[in-house]
């Protein structure tokens, strides 16, 4: 399969690339700088694409199979930069993605996004934007998977993750494994039009997800 990545150039996205290149899929990294290429390929990227997600991404997409939305201005930014990348950056390549025939689309949300009240005040605009987004691509007719990891970690990965459609307690995960989690995805038919938590857990990625 070929996969476009938006925000191959995070942290979630770099340890993505680097699991795809031991798989049978090919990547197309989207890269906001041209000089950001070589490393990215270096990393596992087949191919790399100059883009960016508040523009037009028609031609950037063009003859992928499938999306990973893993870009994000991260809870830290304001509420304006939020908005442009998290939501309509989302709800674009979402929108694209339809009219250029791309069935498949992955997106990483966030544990609590379908409930931002809830969550702590200083990220409530964060979790509103992945909600309005998440939501956009539930209606948008594709074939989606809603990834909504909790805390995210730098920690080493260990492959085993803990997984359902609603997690009571808000735990971490490494960003390693939420990579591992949207390149299991990809071939888990059972995770089309399905949205669930996942923090680290006792249980192998792909075994993890089959019980979904």
Do not use: W
Not at 3 to 19: C, D, K, P, R, T
Not at 24 to 39: K, S, T, W
Not at 96 to 115: H, L, N, P, Q
Request: charged residues 25%; aromatic residues 4%; glycine residues 8%.
């Amino acid at each position: 399969m070929h996969v476009f990545i938006a925000g191959a150039n995070g942290q979630i996205g770099q340890h993505l690339l680097q699991e795809m290149a031991d798989s049978d899929h090919e990547a197309r990294a989207l890269i906001r700088h041209q000089d950001q290429g070589p490393d990215l390929q270096q990393m596992g990227a087949t191919e790399t694409v100059v883009g960016d997600l508040e523009q037009d991404c028609s031609e950037a997409i063009r003859g992928c199979d499938a999306v990973i939305f893993t870009a994000g201005s991260g809870p830290h930014t304001g509420p304006d930069k939020t908005i442009d990348v998290d939501q309509d950056g989302a709800i674009r390549l979402v929108d694209t993605a339809r009219a250029m025939g791309i069935k498949r689309f992955i997106m990483v949300s966030s544990m609590r996004a379908e409930e931002p009240e809830k969550g702590p005040e200083k990220l409530r605009h964060y979790l509103r934007a992945k909600r309005n987004a998440d939501e956009h691509l539930k209606s948008s007719g594709l074939n989606y998977t809603i990834v909504r990891p909790g805390q995210l970690t730098n920690d080493e990965g260990t492959g085993r993750v803990a997984v359902s459609e609603k997690l009571e307690e808000f735990g971490k995960i490494p960003r390693q494994d939420v990579a591992r989690v949207l390149l299991a995805v990809l071939d888990s038919d059972n995770t089309i039009n399905r949205v669930f938590d996942v923090v680290s857990g006792d249980t192998p990625v792909t075994e993890a997800l089959a019980k979904l």
